[in-house]
């Protein structure tokens, strides 16, 4: 374990409800971080209201002024990387990113998406699930890269998927294991159990074949 807390900044869009979960696991003990920025895309968001309660610095920017997509990237990575944080998290960032900014966190950046990727990158995942009929529906944590949703899936949890099920009962259903899945992996990769490598993850020092899976425990395990 590392000797001091890892320094760990968070972009969100929305309520934050996973940034409640991370400080949540970090009270318990769970997770040694230290959350030097939380930042989003939206100056009402709530994700930005609870780490102000929490002390935790804030940064809102407003896209709409900036010329381009690229600038306004550029932008907020650059002050990411000055709030001195090691680790990005993505948790609710409505947001494609640039892969210049991008480039210098690879391996360093994950996302929370609400599917079991590769199925349904993108939004509206919980109704393209119950449209295709699937038996099952899950999380997903991943490594980030420049194409959207598309690096490499860490871990996932799952859930099987009910007759009735509209989509927000589906989406309540999951945003518990949404909750224990994103703490996990941080955990696993603060702690360097887990480490990007250009050929694929690698846990315990051995390549992640398949994504690791949430237990009923909480715990991340091969299955």
């Known amino acids: 374990m590392p000797d001091s807390p890892a320094k760990v900044a968070l972009l969100a869009s929305g309520r934050g409800s996973n940034l409640a979960a991370l400080l949540a696991a970090r009270e318990r003990g769970e997770l040694p971080v230290e959350f030097v920025l939380v930042a989003s895309d939206k100056a009402n968001a709530g994700a930005l209201r609870l780490a102000e309660a929490a002390n935790i610095p804030t940064l809102a920017l407003d896209p709409r002024s900036y010329p381009d997509r ?3 990237d550029l932008d907020l990575f650059a002050r990411l990387a000055a709030s001195g944080a090691e680790w990005l998290v993505l948790a609710g960032f409505m947001r494609i990113l640039d892969g210049e ?8 950046m994950i996302n929370i998406h609400p599917s079991l990727l590769p199925k349904y990158r993108g939004l509206h995942t919980h109704r393209r699930a119950l449209e295709a009929n699937d038996p099952e529906h899950g999380a997903s944590v991943h490594f980030v890269t420049a194409e959207l949703d ?10 099987p998927i009910e007759a009735g099920d509209d989509e927000l009962q589906l989406a309540q259903r999951l945003l ?19 480490q990007w490598h250009e050929h694929g ?6 390549p992640l074949l398949r994504p690791l899976t949430l237990g009923d425990d909480g715990s991340l395990s091969v299955k």
């Open 70 to 72: 690229r600038a306004f």
């Open 101 to 108: 900014a991008l480039s210098p966190w690879i391996g360093r």
């Open 150 to 159: 598309g690096g490499p899936v860490i871990a996932q949890a799952r859930l």
């Open 176 to 194: 518990p294991l949404e909750h224990r899945l994103l703490p996990a992996v941080l955990g696993l990769l603060v702690s360097q159990r887990l």
């Open 201 to 206: 993850p690698r846990f315990d020092g051995q």
